[in-house]
């Protein structure tokens, strides 16, 4: 169990672990604007700022900005109801002096995964992921010295490993997923792809189901550049008719870098309609 791990490690029950650090000031609560930064979305956001009659452009901080200024009792009320906890500087020596010696055993972890995975059982994977993660204990964002993030958060690499499997070949999609759980992120150019995929298909189905989403800009990387046929499917479209990325004929040779942004009611697209 993941509970029996832990403790162990930590010479002590992990939420008594966890009330100690807060008593010692290892972790900081958030002010009223960095809260609400970490727990509402961009699309929520602008749901609210358009419910008030209020601008939907702009970055999230200045959505945030501007929403805090038209009803800021409100908002206050919400991050009391919301808290999020964040690790001190002392906090994340603790924490990267934990992995030091958790690195054998997320070695180990990985392994077991990988078997699960190729085997198909990708709960299973999952939950070698829940027993082994130093995440669980050092978190960014436990929410008082509670676990439920930790539930929602196994809960999302659930469904996105799923979506992987169903939209990538085995071996990509096993090592993507080993990398998701353990890893921070993609590191090849073949399992970035399908991250980058799973994504896109993953927004699609939210841009479908939101009324305030007209559209997706999809634009090339200004760094990287983009071919001829990445070149074909930039600019704006309706939600209903936008092209998938990564674009498979893109001809570069570290593989399609386009990238999307959601266009909301109200907004007025940077170029013509594609279609």
Known sequence: MLADY??????????????RWLDEGIYRRCN?????????????????????????????SDLLDRLSAAEPAQLEAFAQDHPVWLLTDAALKLRDDFRSEFAHEQALAEEEARKSLEAGEIEGA?????????EQVFSAAEGTIG?????????VRHEEI???????????????????????????KETRLLYTRMAFERDMERWSEHPLVIGVEIKR???????????????????????????????????????????????????????
């Open 162 to 188: 799923k979506t992987i499997f169903v939209i990538g070949p085995k071996e990509v999609a096993i090592e993507l997923a080993v990398e998701i759980l353990f890893g921070g992120g993609p590191r090849t």
């Open 221 to 275: 990387s200004s760094i990287l550049g983009g071919c001829e046929a990445c070149n074909e499917i930039v600019g704006c479209w309706r939600k209903d008719s936008v092209p998938m990325v990564p674009n498979k004929n893109c001809r570069n040779e570290n593989g399609c870098r386009c990238y999307w942004q959601t266009i909301f009611e109200g907004e007025e697209p940077t170029s013509p309609w594609r279609a």
């Open 6 to 19: 832990w403790d162990a490690k930590l010479g002590e029950p992990r939420q008594q672990a966890l009330q």
């Open 126 to 134: 999952c939950k070698v992921w829940q027993r082994y993660d130093a």
């Open 147 to 155: 676990f439920s993030g930790s539930a929602e958060l196994a809960a």
């Open 32 to 60: 009223i604007l960095e809260t609400l930064a970490m727990t509402l979305t961009v699309v929520g956001l602008k749901a609210m700022l358009k419910e008030r009659g209020l601008k939907v452009s702009g970055k999230k």
